[in-house]
């Protein structure tokens, strides 16, 4: 029984004495196994108490037992284990010609994960059977790649429907951007977007624009960014007289984290004429989604297109109403 005991007390002050350590600078100190560091955020897995995030800011020193990749401010990568050193210093151990002492404004983040896409792919559909035949379906997909530096977005959105086995709908969306942080908050863009409509007279509408942004506000409960920018429309109509112009693109984009599990994102994308005052256009995205477990997801939303100077006979807006299983990645 003492053998047994004094096992159980080696083994538990062997990890205890592998836990790393993170001291405050109003003196609390955190055991367990440092996660990552992102975005300003230390998080330390504690084991007892779960993952607790810390400003980075209100760390004094962090000693740790095994390696850790360390991204320094210039976009260096030095993996080792960590030590308080000199003067508040943060002592990198590479197991090299020896440590290397850093002061913690230069470090940028730990085990920064690799960069990757994610996005959503969404599907809804309708049918009806009886005195009407009528079938419709709308599938949207989005993907962004996300880092430190710049940012890569893709959008398509695809919707259809039938009566009667006569069309009655089909329009196809999709844009492109690319923003290059200048700053945590400034950015510049370029983006491409086109759309099509049978029943708008539009065989294809092209946009190419660039611009400048600014971030307002980015954290994991909300987000809130706009730009604005010159951009170039051309305008293939099927029975109309093709048109191009110089005009300009204003983009909003916000995000928010609502109570039970709902998230709610709105885009909105407004394409004024300069040649033409009249003749401007706007899009709006709005949608709120809540998880269902494993990716899945469920979403509704409603897409208004709105176009101040249409052709003969069309109707200036078009709002779409949709609920539909979606999948994020």
Do not use: C
């Not at 260096?76 to 284990?81: M, W």
């Not at 600014?214 to 099927?238: H, T």
């Amino acid at each position: 029984m003492r053998v047994a005991t004094i096992v159980a007390v080696v083994f538990l002050a062997a990890g205890a004495a592998r836990a790393d350590e993170i001291t405050l600078k109003n003196g609390d100190r955190l055991t367990g196994k440092v996660v990552d560091l992102v975005g300003g955020k230390l998080r330390v897995d504690t084991g007892h108490s779960g993952i607790v995030a810390v400003d980075w800011g209100q760390v004094a020193s962090v000693k740790t037992d095994g390696k850790i990749k360390v991204k320094l401010a210039t976009g260096e990568v030095v993996e080792g284990a960590l030590a308080p050193g000199q003067d508040g210093k943060l002592k990198i151990d590479s197991g090299g010609a020896g440590p290397l002492e850093i002061t913690p404004d230069r470090v940028k983040a730990f085990n920064e994960p690799p960069v990757s896409w994610h996005g959503s792919v969404d599907v809804a559909a309708r049918t009806t059977d009886g005195n009407t035949h009528t079938s419709s379906m709308l599938i949207a997909a989005d993907a962004l790649r996300a880092t430190e530096s710049d940012r890569l977005f893709f959008k398509a959105v695809f919707r259809y429907g039938e009566t009667q086995n006569v069309i009655t709908e089909r329009n196809g969306f999709g844009l492109v951007k690319y923003d290059y942080l200048f700053t945590e908050k400034i950015y510049g863009f370029v983006s491409g977007e086109v759309l099509s409509d049978r029943f708008k007279d539009l065989t294809l509408r092209t946009v190419l624009a660039a611009g400048a942004g600014y971030i307002f506000l980015k954290s994991p409960e909300m987000d809130f960014w706009g730009d604005a920018g010159l951009a170039y429309v051309d305008n293939d109509l099927k029975e109309g007289e093709d048109e191009s112009h110089v005009g300009g693109r204003i983009s909003a984009h916000a995000r928010r984290v609502l109570p039970f599990g709902f998230e709610a994102v709105d885009d909105l994308v407004y394409l004024p004429n300069f040649e033409d005052s009249g003749d401007w256009q706007l899009r709006n995205d709005l949608a709120v989604t809540t998880a269902l477990g494993q990716g899945w997801t469920l979403k509704a939303g409603m897409i208004t297109e709105y176009d101040n100077d249409p052709p003969t006979d069309r109707r200036k807006y078009d709002d779409i109403y949709y609920v539909g299983l979606g999948y994020r990645f």
